[in-house]
């Protein structure tokens, strides 16, 4: 099971990540957990000076945008 994770403090843009990366992984019918660390030391430590980020995995994807679910979902497959 893939682990994504939004890396964010809470804004209305992380919001949106993780409605989208929630919907890539419905539409894509995988199993993946997604979680939302807004701790801004995980953040950090994954390198992350811009958030939103999405990490799938523990590797960084994108930071500092909101990407479509379409877009998420040519890193999940």
Known sequence: MKLV????TGCPKCEKLKKNAEEAVQQLGMQAQVEKVTDINVIVGFGVMATPALAI???VKSAGKVLSAEEIK????
Do not use: A, P, R, T
Not at 74 to 77: D, G
């Open 57 to 59: 995995d523990g590797e």
């Open 74 to 77: 040519k890193f999940l497959v």
């Open 5 to 8: 994770q939004i890396l964010g």
